[in-house]
């Protein structure tokens, strides 16, 4: 028997080294409470961020949230855009959910028009249905100039009074010759209404033939809802330009900012950043236009139309309004991953409460420890010294497969912690393989020395051929199993290759080093 072979001991520190590199973000993670954790985002999202993306994913299974089927409505699309629309629906949707940050998210599309998703963690249904289903098309496009605002409503006042739209609707007689401006609170860019004449104006702007009337080049279009002026609360209605100046796709970077709106400054926001060619046209625009507003769109909305002052050349702009820090935060989100190509509605919606993930997690956990700590107290009996040693390996084989469910990003579920307890069984039988080989050359007369080379070259065969055969059935599960297969197969695979690292080649080495040391007698096995 040779000494330890130094490159076992480098193999060992660095493997072991590693395990916990990759593990410090799982312990960080999960050693904090919900509101620590809510703190920690706030306080530095990307910190924050980076570690709860590089600890262990629980599945759905396991810490419970939300599962979704969505249906693309291809309805409004032209052949060209409808071909591939629902497999850009998918990926972006997989971006948002990516940076929703509920772990791994398992995501896949179902027949022609469908997607379906889990979301892992996720247990506010509302806020998951505005981010997987929002549109966020965003547009910035030129506000009409006061007077061809004012020209633009005086025909459609004339064309609704010629008719009898303010007689109809049972308007009095100033209504009925301005039917449409008698509304107006004030009119300069845009029109201002009152919450309580919102829905006759927009009566008004729903009569037939209506749109004949605007200008080929212009378009109405309302802006947010709750808008208050004067202390009045309304909205305001605007005529904008119909071709947009630039879209999202100009954006390069949104995130959620508090201060972007000078008059309110305690208001949350998005602050934008564009791209190098987004920032040349907003460069242009700017440019082109001093003293115009420019209107920020969003979904067919105007969420703000700021007057452009100076000519900016440094690519960024903010969206301010009623938000909220999570708000902010999901419309930076949604900007960031892109407009959905169509409409998506949620055509199935089951909830996992926490409570049953909660209860998994625990039954387990619970079941994994037991059977665990049985064979960790048999294997100390029966076995003795060596017995330790295999405990040793197994429980530096569960650290080594968490660490690289962590580093490969892998989810863990419970058919993944059932691989698991089958890796850790494999392992202890690995260990009883080497033991009995070793015990066999013992009582053939063979010394300590000769009894484990022996043991050991004689028990690798069986259990390479064990590992190999077992390895090959999880990557058929993998290739073929959806979702807890997958996860199942993924624990399975890592677990075996561990096993084989630790009872093998660690096991190995601690007899070196004990039988490197002085000439042993007799073997605690």
């Keep these: ?29 999960y050693s904090m409470t919900p509101a620590q954790r809510e703190t920690a985002r706030v306080a530095d999202p990307k910190k924050f961020a980076a570690t709860r993306d590089r600890a262990i994913h629980l599945g759905l299974d396991l810490q419970g949230g939300m599962h979704l089927v969505l249906e ?34 398992p995501i896949q599309r179902e027949g022609q028009d469908r997607i379906a998703l889990q979301l892992p963690g996720l247990t ?60 107006f609170i004030d009119m300069g860019t845009g029109a201002f209404v009152r919450e309580q004449d919102v829905p006759t104006v927009q009566n008004l702007l729903a009569t037939a033939g209506l749109d004949s009337i605007l200008p080929s080049d212009s378009q109405l279009m309302w802006g947010d809802e709750g808008q208050g002026m004067s202390g009045v609360t309304g909205r305001s209605l605007y005529v904008l330009k119909r071709t947009p100046e630039m879209t999202g796709g100009s954006i390069a970077t949104a995130q959620a900012q508090i201060g972007l709106d000078e008059t309110n400054p305690a208001a949350w926001g998005v602050s934008l950043t564009m791209t190098p060619a987004g920032s040349a046209e907003l460069a242009r625009v ?41 708000a902010s935060r999901d419309l930076a989100i949604v900007l960031r991953a892109g407009a959905l190509p169509a409409p998506v509605h949620i055509v199935e919606e089951r909830s996992v409460g926490p409570s049953l993930g909660a209860d998994s997690i625990r039954q387990g956990l619970t079941a994994m420890l037991i059977g665990t700590l049985l064979v960790v107290i048999f294997m100390c009996i029966y076995y003795q010294l060596s017995g330790v040693i295999a405990v040793g390996a197994m429980l530096l084989n569960i650290v080594y497969v968490f660490a690289c469910l962590a580093g490969v990003g892998a989810t863990l579920t419970l058919p993944g912690i059932a691989g698991l307890a089958l890796t850790v069984g494999m392992a202890v039988d690995t260990n009883v393989l080497v ?76 007899y070196d080093w004990m039988l490197g040391r ?7 096995i």
């Design 435 to 510: 033991f009995e080989r070793i015990r066999e050359e013992l009582r053939a007369g063979k010394s300590v020395r000769q009894a484990v080379q022996l043991g050991y070259d004689r028990a690798f065969r069986t259990i390479l051929d064990a590992h190999f055969t077992t390895l090959f059935s999880a990557a058929i599960l993998f290739a073929f199993g959806t979702g807890p297969i997958k996860g199942f197969a993924v624990t399975l695979s890592i677990g075996l290759i561990a096993n084989m690292f630790t009872a093998v080649l660690f096991t190995r080495m601690i």
């Design 72 to 105: 693309v409505d291809r309805s409004k699309l032209n052949p060209a855009e409808a071909k591939d629309a629902v497999d850009r629906a998918l990926e972006v949707i997989r971006r948002r959910v990516d940076e929703f940050g509920v772990g791994e998210r």
């Design 124 to 183: 506010d249904r509302i806020r998951a249905r505005e981010i997987v289903g929002k549109t966020a098309l965003l547009e910035f496009r030129l506000v009409r100039t006061p007077d061809e605002t004012r020209s633009v409503f005086a025909r459609l006042d004339a064309f609704l009074a010629g008719r009898g739209a303010g007689r109809n609707m049972g308007l009095d007689t100033l209504l009925q010759s301005h039917p449409l401006t008698g509304h």
């Design 518 to 524: 002085r000439d042993v007698q007799r073997l605690s």
């Design 286 to 326: 700017s440019g082109n236009n001093i003293g115009r507003n420019l209107a920020i769109v969003l979904d067919g909305r105007v969420n703000s139309a700021p007057v452009l002052r100076q000519h900016i050349t440094g690519g960024q702009a903010s969206i301010s309004g009623n938000f909220d820090i999570a």
């Design 1 to 29: 028997m040779n000494r330890i072979a130094p490159w076992k001991v480098i193999a060992v520190l660095a493997a072991t080294v590693l395990a916990g590199y990759y593990l410090w973000p799982s312990y960080v993670y």
